[in-house]
């Protein structure tokens, strides 16, 4: 065996336990970004990508001859297959009922692909190195390269260049291997000729997707979103989508509508009005989640809040919205005012370290179809952020529909009660949405009392209004629940079984 092989197939190693697990993280987060749930989107693809690997592995006792040549062959096909996943996936997103099975069909095909590759590997340098060596030296390679991708592709392969065009960057990866190798070592590999052209094909068209990845990334969105695409970007936390139709903007964050600007205002003079309207004296404000500012523009026409604070996970969000010009004119510039301070932080991890009080406190997350979400939702949470507020203060909660979610909604309600708050439940109309709910929450001592009156020039907002919004019909009236705690998430299982059947 030439001397230079070992070396090179160890160096491949490297490489493709990499591109096998960038493959793995695509499907998955590909998968939360279109179908929710990132939780079990992500389980699943990595049992169903691990069990795939195990049969590859099973399958390649029937590779017995020309090793190498078939080691190649495996390469490009895992290249290509891995390379195009994003893209097709993306585009029959819209067009079949059956998804899943095309994209656990990409998964298995891949991990099928993946497994085969190293006992390949193994067997062509087993004559090369004592067995304990060449096991540590194979497994090694391969957790670094998993380590490595692990690291790269949220920190920067997803922010900079996307799903797509990660997906060929990889491809075009793994086809070079095997075209290195075919070069290299051509003398030990039948039918080189074949497998050099089919690499450099493969490259090619690798680097065409590549080229057109933007290009294909739009027109896949163009066909789920009826409005015009005006702006896309994908963070390390979530796909942002902006729309346009006459004068009509709409985001969405991971195919979920989050405001139309049309109407965004009756949600969020709802969400601050009837709490800050009836705080006279409040100057410390405090924002978790509402990136957007819609809400901190709200907050900003009290002159007596001298302070507010905003904590929202996602930066790529919060400097859209400072830098948008479209945007900071729906906001006005809430963002950027020397009143406002953000903050790029998990709102879990951050507000365990914080001492200082605040007067006023709006939450204002996703809505808890994910655990990573419901978290925020939970008793362990609510008791965290209690002890934020001044002894006079006052948090409002968006708490999703009391029409559609019933149970989510009222376990909200449960769970703010059941860390001592004193809740004040409400609803409100918003045409994109529908009815939708917030839950006030005090503490006991210092009961809540109605605004009787209103700041001057709001769209939506008054005493008469916000009386109706406090009357809940039977179909929205209180219902039984369980409380939500961090080592339950039961929020997240009501939200998903009373959703799914209205989406």
Not at 470 to 483: A, C, G, R
Request: with cysteine; net charge positive.
């Amino acid at each position: 065996m030439n001397k230079k092989l070992p070396a090179l197939l160890l160096i491949s190693v490297f490489v493709v336990a990499t591109c096998g697990l960038i493959y793995e993280l695509i499907a998955g987060t590909l998968a939360s970004y279109l179908l929710g749930d990132s939780v079990t989107q992500f389980s699943t693809i990595i049992g169903v990508y691990l069990f795939s690997m195990g049969i590859g592995s099973w399958v390649s006792k029937y590779f017995e001859k020309n090793i190498l040549s078939w080691f190649i062959q495996i390469e490009i096909l895992v290249g290509l297959v891995g390379g195009f996943s994003a893209t097709i996936l993306f585009l029959v997103f819209e067009s079949i009922a059956s998804f899943r099975i095309v994209l656990y069909g990409f998964v298995s095909l891949t991990g099928i692909l993946v497994g085969l590759e190293i006992p390949l590997l193994m067997r062509i340098l087993k004559d090369r190195y004592e067995f304990k060596d060449l096991v540590s030296r194979v497994f090694t390679f391969d957790y670094i390269g998993a380590l490595l991708a692990s690291l790269i592709f949220p920190l920067l392969l997803i922010p900079h260049l996307g799903l797509v065009k990660t997906a060929y960057l990889f491809g075009m990866l793994n086809v070079a291997v095997a075209l290195i190798v075919c070069i290299s070592f051509k003398k030990q590999i039948k039918a080189v000729n074949y497998l050099q052209t089919a690499s450099i094909i493969s490259i090619l068209l690798l680097t065409i997707g590549f080229v057109y990845a933007d290009k294909i990334t739009s027109f896949s969105e163009s066909q789920t979103y009826s409005d015009t695409i005006i702006y896309t970007k994908s963070t390390p936390y979530q796909r942002i989508i902006l729309t346009k139709k006459n004068k009509i903007l709409r985001l969405f964050l991971n195919g979920n509508l989050q405001f139309s600007s049309d109407d965004e205002y009756r949600y969020h003079e709802a969400l601050v009005h009837p709490g800050l309207q009836a705080l006279p004296f409040a100057k410390n404000v405090l924002v978790m989640g509402g990136g957007d500012g819609l809400a901190v523009r709200e907050i900003l026409k009290y002159p007596n809040v001298s302070s507010v604070t905003l904590v929202d996970l996602d930066k790529g969000m919060t400097s859209l919205f400072q830098s948008n010009k479209i945007l900071t004119r729906l906001n006005k510039n809430s963002l950027l005012s020397p009143r406002v301070k953000v903050i790029n932080a998990d709102a879990f991890s951050w507000i365990k370290g914080q001492h200082r009080k605040f007067d006023f406190i709006v939450i204002d997350f996703p809505d808890p179809s994910n655990y990573a979400v419901g978290k925020l939702y939970t008793n362990s949470f609510y008791r965290l952020v209690k002890d934020l507020l001044t002894p006079k203060g006052l948090m409002v909660i968006q708490s999703t529909s009391p029409y559609v979610a019933p149970k989510s909604f009222w376990t909200v309600n449960k769970t703010l009660e059941s860390v001592g708050l004193k809740t004040i439940p409400y609803h409100n109309y918003v045409p994109s949405f529908g009815e939708w709910g917030y839950i006030m929450a005090t503490r006991p001592e210092n009961p809540y009392k109605k605004p009787l009156q209103y700041l001057p020039g709001l769209k939506f907002i008054s005493k008469e209004s916000f009386e109706l919004m406090l009357y809940f019909p039977k179909d929205m009236s209180k219902v039984e629940t369980d409380i939500n705690k961090l080592n339950n998430q039961i929020l997240v299982k009501y939200f998903e079984d009373e959703w799914a059947n209205i989406l």
